[in-house]
T-cell receptor, first 114, second 112 residues
Framework: QKEVEQDPGPLSVPEGAIVSLNCTYS??????FMWYRQYSRKGPELLMY????GNKEDGRFTAQVDKSSKYISLFIRDSQPSDSATYLC??????????????FGKGTKLSVIP | EAGVTQFPSHSVIEKGQTVTLRCDPI?????LYWYRRVMGKEIKFLLH????????ESGMPNNRFLAERTGGTYSTLKVQPAELEDSGVYFC??????????FGPGTRLTVT
């Protein structure tokens, strides 16, 4: 079983729709939960991060973490064509060496159709 | 503020050759990470520097990979000799805090 599972999609939605992206994980030691956006041939861009459980909102984006279910979500409201990208979830916990290396999902490819 | 930069953006080498990738982190970021994505797989951790010291190199695949961070500024990742399975995109990230790792654009390495 992979540490982080993420449906690769592709996911296609009409402009203005609410998008829900999800990841599940198996390592209960994960403390930080991040969402990255990656455009084609670019590096991952940090969108949001959450520490432990709870919700966090930033504009049209809301991140949720449910540690009891080992499930995290990213919601995008009023989706725009410019949101078309691959969305990566990532998580971290302190390693034995004290490093917070990121463990990534495979990414979900999102297309927002005008 | 300049972001993380990586050079070259793309490198094509033959099996057995040597390649050196460079990463310049965001100024003032003590933490520097290397990650790699091979075709069809997720991005995976390679190693972590704090300033010039290797904090964690548990993700380095084998001793053909050598990373350095001279003076705690830029970092290089050398692959010698390169094998076909080393092809992929190599990302560098830097951070002040563990929850905010900022990635560079990556170096696409193709070994033929």
């Amino acid at each position: 079983q992979k540490e982080v599972e993420q449906d690769p999609g592709p996911l296609s939605v009409p402009e203005g729709a609410i998008v829900s992206l999800n990841c599940t994980y198996s390592n209960s030691a994960f403390q930080y939960f991040m969402w990255y956006r990656q455009y084609s041939r670019k590096g991952p861009e940090l969108l949001m991060y959450t520490y432990s459980s709870g919700n966090k909102e930033d504009g049209r984006f809301t991140a949720q973490v449910d540690k009891s279910s080992k499930y995290i979500s990213l919601f995008i409201r009023d989706s725009q064509p410019s949101d078309s990208a691959t969305y990566l979830c990532a998580m971290s916990a302190p390693s034995g060496a004290g490093s917070y290396q990121l463990t990534f999902g495979k990414g979900t490819k999102l297309s927002v159709i005008p | 503020e300049a972001g993380v930069t990586q050079f070259p953006s793309h490198s094509v080498i033959e099996k057995g050759q040597t390649v050196t990738l460079r990463c310049d982190p965001i100024s003032g970021h003590d933490n520097l990470y290397w990650y790699r994505r091979v075709m069809g797989k997720e991005i995976k951790f390679l190693l972590h520097f704090v300033k010039e010291s290797k904090q964690d190199e548990s993700g380095m695949p084998n001793n053909r990979f050598l990373a350095e961070r001279t003076g705690g500024t830029y970092s290089t990742l050398k692959v010698q000799p390169a094998e076909l399975e080393d092809s992929g995109v190599y990302f560098c990230a830097s951070s002040l805090r563990p929850e905010e790792q900022y990635f560079g654009p990556g170096t696409r390495l193709t070994v033929t």
